[in-house]
Nanobody, 119 residues
Framework: QVQLVQSGGGMVQPGGSLRLSCAASGSILSIGVMGWYRQTPGKQRELVSTITSGGDTSYADSVKVLFTVSRDNAKNSVYLQMSSLKPEDTAVYYC?????????????WGQGTQVTVSS
């Protein structure tokens, strides 16, 4: 079984910064794409950013330049550095990892963490 545990998040004023972390543990043979999604009430979960095992990244247009995704393969971890945060970035953020475990590839999700941007 694979678990993704998130940390970070909270409340910040507009223009501030936050860093999210996510660590995978359990029966892991390898991890492919990792990334971050976010969701606000009444809306579908939306992709924020992804990063491959080789370090190739992608971002939603709304967060390009402002957010930076990174990962530490040795620690099975992915991070999201968020800068110049805006009220519209307020959401529950979920980390994601495509994990090879016990012979199967499976999508795994973190527990979610609230990010609130407000003055």
């Amino acid at each position: 079984q694979v678990q993704l545990v998130q940390s970070g998040g909270g409340m910040v004023q507009p223009g501030g910064s936050l860093r999210l972390s996510c660590a995978a543990s359990g029966s892991i043979l390898s991890i492919g794409v990792m990334g971050w999604y976010r969701q606000t009430p009444g809306k579908q979960r939306e992709l924020v950013s992804t990063i491959t095992s080789g370090g190739d990244t992608s971002y939603a247009d709304s967060v390009k330049v402002l957010f930076t995704v990174s990962r530490d393969n040795a620690k099975n971890s992915v991070y999201l550095q968020m800068s110049s945060l805006k009220p519209e970035d307020t959401a529950v953020y979920y980390c994601y990892a495509n994990v090879h475990s016990r012979g199967n590839w499976r999508a795994n999700w973190g527990q979610g963490t609230q990010v609130t941007v407000s003055s």
